[in-house]
């Protein structure tokens, strides 16, 4: 069945670095892909998504391309803020399929 | 417009208890979703409502767990009898439309089954 694998964490970075979470995916069609996140205390939340092959979605100054080629959809941030400590969950859905999720990544940003 | 709330935020229950957890969605959401975080694995989905019906239950783990929505306005997810490897966050989500439509999450309820 469909399935989602992201690096597991924790990450641990200095503001202003650079991050990139790394989502690879399994799906027997063409999924939409997704990218969450949760803030500590809260539900998760739609960070950016894509729909189809080469789409890029973007939100917040973060970025992923999704990646037919290597079942990919990695999430990149070229400088993070303390703010953007949370988990990031890489996610998706194909046709009318429920969502299915991957483990988390739980990233801590420092000042 | 409210968004998804659930009840408890957290529970803390004796194995061999019974518990249920609510969920109202975002009024006008027809499509209603329970997924399982345990232990910090990924979240798994458990069933999908449409309205009042079942969509897809295949991700509920056993005959303990009964999830219900009258109405089809809010939902309850049953727990009877839990067991320790029921602890986990539950999370609620909603959206409008099924399919690849964004989920509307709630904040989850903790669930600690000693």
């Known amino acids: 069945g469909d399935s989602v694998t992201q690096m597991e964490g924790p990450v641990t970075l200095s503001e202003e670095a650079f991050l990139t979470i790394n989502c690879t995916y399994t799906?027997?069609?063409?999924?939409?892909l997704f990218w969450y996140v949760q803030y500590p205390g809260e539900g998760l939340q739609l960070l950016l998504k894509?729909?189809?092959?080469?789409d890029k979605g973007s939100n917040k100054g973060f970025e992923a391309t999704y990646r037919k080629e290597t079942t990919s959809f990695h999430l990149e941030k070229g400088s993070v803020q303390v703010s953007d400590s949370a988990v990031y969950f890489c996610a998706l859905s194909e046709g009318d399929n429920d969502m299915r999720f991957g483990a988390g990544t739980r990233l801590t940003v420092k000042p | 417009e409210a968004g998804v709330t659930q009840f408890p935020s957290h529970s803390v229950i004796e194995k061999g208890q019974t518990v249920t957890l609510r969920c109202d969605p975002i009024s006008g959401h027809d499509n209603l979703y329970w997924y399982r975080r345990v232990m910090g694995k990924e979240i798994k989905f458990l069933l999908h409502?449409?309205?009042?019906?079942?969509?897809?239950e295949s991700g509920m783990p056993n005959n303990r767990f009964l999830a219900e929505r009258t109405g089809g306005t809010y939902s309850t997810l049953k727990v009877q009898p839990a067991e320790l490897e029921d602890s986990g966050v539950y999370f609620c989500a909603s959206s409008l439309h099924g399919g690849n439509s964004p989920l509307h999450f709630g904040n989850g309820t903790r669930l600690t089954v000693t």
């Open positions: 409502f449409v309205k009042e019906s079942k969509q897809d």
């Open positions: 894509a729909t189809k092959a080469d």
């Open positions: 799906a027997t069609g063409y999924p939409s």
